[in-house]
Nanobody, 127 residues
């Protein structure tokens, strides 16, 4: 059973930066896409970014494009989310998940495609 553990959240002021990490218990990133999602209080979990297995391509939500960068390190089974120019609307619990599909040819922004969710890490941005 794959386990994912997110870390790196915290409280920052608007305009600040954070780097989230998602550590996997196995070499999952070598054959599955990985995605970051977030969930604000009272809202549904929404897509943030995804990276194809091996890191060959990425996909971003329009709301974070140009500010967030997803990357992966297959050698230590970790996926990162670098978040710059943070805004109060970015406040949420951030989760990483693994694509259910092995070596999927395309990246997905659909929540149901992902599984093996971690416990999440809280990001709070104050104005």
């Amino acid at each position: 059973q794959v386990q994912l553990v997110e870390s790196g959240g915290g409280s920052v002021q608007a305009g600040g930066s954070l780097r989230l990490s998602c550590a996997a218990s196995a070499r999952i990133f070598s054959n599955r896409a990985m995605g970051w999602f977030r969930q604000a209080p009272g809202k549904e979990r929404e897509f943030v970014a995804a990276i194809r297995w091996g890191g060959s391509s990425t996909l971003y939500a329009d709301s974070v494009k140009g500010r967030f960068t997803i990357s992966g390190d297959n050698s230590n089974n970790t996926v990162y989310l670098q978040m710059n120019s943070l805004q109060p609307d970015d406040t949420a619990v951030y989760y990483c998940g693994a694509d259910r599909r092995l070596r999927a040819p395309t990246l997905s922004n659909i929540l149901a495609v992902y599984d093996y969710w971690g416990q999440g890490t809280q990001v709070t941005v104050s104005s």
